[in-house]
């Protein structure tokens, strides 16, 4: 049967024809962009992850520009720290030099103070200029900022890093939990049966003094009061790290020999050489607990609390620090860091020397902050100090004075200053210098270890991210060039064969006229 006017064959014909061309035109995309995914219609659900990686990819990829950039901040900062590490070094040898008084004159003496005004200068003129693109690295513009320090309670307070997780303060509080001590003997001195009476010593007697700086003996005469005991010891404390002290400052109360510092790292060891002082025995707490500021030797050894021992060592303080156990040495603590707070705190004797004592204040601010993940968020950050290195900062030790031991600094060995050479306070200055040198090599070693542990294995571990992640996104959103070519040529030939079959549609509806003519 025919018909012409509705010609079905070339509307199926023109239909499949404008499919083929369709097609065609998506492999002609894909082939000219180089992706299987050009718009949401092509695959909405592979089009919104590939999307998703695509921004993760972004982020990873800055985040490995920001560690490298880190490292150059790093690498900058550590630069100018090992030329301070060289200054300081040359400050100790002269130093050392000045110290050999028998053999330097008064004017080479002055030209190594000039050398070492030089240096200190030199050392504070890197801390000040130190700086990558703009920014300040050892001024102490990326110190952190503390607020509320009790000085009778915290002497100096170093905070390494800090997470201030959304907060804009962070409270620092420390208890006590063991208390810091000296070692410490004591001698009693009521001897009221004796010879000589109570506060005397009751024979001749030869002793062997010894501490954490070395030993030394001296010899007394039978009768000599223990005031003269007491600063015939004193005068080598400095060779040994052995003070003497009087008892309730009462010459029949007794001695306390105590080593200078505190802690494990200190001791105090008084032995009786020779067969004559059997009368000389000295004690030693047993308890783990505060001397008493009051001491009655008789009651207490009465009491079980004080044994006969020729040696006393000291005991680090140990604290709680917002919940976490910090280390101590001597008066210092040490709390590591455990992801949000990492300091070391030099308490006074006050407070550390008291079971329980509390002390707190706050982290206002400041730090130097990294962005090392591809997501902005505290688990992908860290911040650290990069503390003041001038020298009114650096080389902080407790100097005995006259009244009282005082912080002294790298400053003070400057013309004028309380450890310069014409002060020939030589122990006082390789103190110092001692501390300072090890202030330094502290941060350069801290830096040192965060480029190589967490930067270099972040840029590292994101780099295996990135070429993981690239590698998804390229199997989705990617084209497939040989399946991509392969329906190219199907859809070329069906578009071939679509136009063909259209034509013969078309011609088929001319068979009609010969109808007409008949």
Request: without cysteine; aromatic residues 4%.
């Amino acid at each position: 049967m025919s018909r012409i006017n509705t010609n079905i064959p070339s509307l199926i014909a023109r239909a499949n024809l404008g499919r083929s061309e369709a097609d065609l035109n998506v492999r002609l995309e894909r082939l000219s962009t180089g992706l299987r995914i050009n718009r949401g219609a092509d695959d909405p659900a592979g089009l919104i992850i590939s999307e998703r990686l695509g921004s993760e990819i972004s982020g990873l990829q800055q985040a490995i520009r920001n560690s490298e950039r880190a490292s150059s901040v790093i690498a900058t900062a550590e630069a100018a720290l090992a030329e301070v590490a060289d200054l300081l070094n040359s400050i100790r040898g002269l130093v050392v030099e000045a110290a050999n008084t028998g053999a330097i004159s008064d004017e080479e003496r002055e030209a190594n103070q000039l050398q070492i005004n030089s240096a200190i200068d030199s050392i504070t003129r890197i801390a000040s200029s130190a700086s990558f693109g703009g920014l300040n690295l050892l001024n102490g513009s990326l110190d952190y900022v503390l607020s509320g320090v009790s000085s009778s309670a915290v002497t100096t307070a170093r905070i390494f890093g800090a997470n201030f997780v959304n907060r804009s303060s962070i409270s620092v509080d420390v208890e006590t939990i063991a208390s810091a001590q000296t070692g410490a003997l004591f001698l009693r001195g009521d001897y009221a049966a004796g010879p000589f009476g109570n506060g005397r010593l009751q024979s001749s007697v030869t002793l062997e003094i010894a501490g954490p700086l070395g030993v030394q003996t001296v010899s007394f005469l039978s009768g000599v009061t223990l005031d003269r005991v007491r600063d015939s010891i004193n005068t080598f404390r400095d060779a040994t790290g052995v003070s003497a002290a009087l008892i309730n400052g009462d010459i029949n109360s007794g001695i306390v020999f105590s080593s200078v510092g505190f802690g494990s790292g200190d001791f105090v060891s008084v032995t009786r050489l020779g067969s004559s002082g059997e009368f000389f025995e000295t004690y030693s707490f047993d308890s783990d607990g505060p001397v008493p500021a009051a001491i009655d030797i008789p009651a207490l050894i009465a009491g079980g609390q004080l044994t006969v021992a020729t040696r006393d060592d000291g005991r680090d303080v140990f604290a709680i620090v917002n919940g976490t156990l910090a280390t101590g040495d001597g008066l210092r603590l040490s709390l590591p860091d455990n992801g949000v707070l990492s300091l070391e705190l030099l308490l006074n004797s006050d407070l550390a020397t008291r079971n329980g004592a509390t002390t707190s204040f706050r982290i206002t601010g400041g730090g130097a902050l990294y962005q090392l993940g591809g997501d902005v968020s505290v688990t992908q950050q860290i911040n650290i100090s990069l503390p003041s290195v001038t020298a009114s900062r650096i080389g902080g030790s407790l100097i005995s004075t006259l009244d009282g031991p005082e912080l002294q600094f790298l400053d003070s060995l400057r013309s004028g200053g309380q450890n310069d050479l014409r002060s020939l306070n030589f122990t006082n200055a390789s103190t110092i210098l001692s501390a300072a040198i090890d202030e330094i090599a502290l941060i350069r070693g801290r830096l040192g270890a965060l480029e190589r542990n967490t930067l270099d294995t972040n840029v590292r571990s994101i780099q295996t991210a990135v070429e993981n992640l690239s590698a998804s996104r390229s199997l989705i959103r990617d084209a497939d060039f040989a399946a991509e070519t392969s329906e190219l040529t199907r859809a070329q030939i069906l578009s071939q064969a679509s136009t063909s079959a259209l034509q013969l549609a078309n011609q088929q509806s001319q068979n009609v006229l010969a109808l007409l003519g008949g």
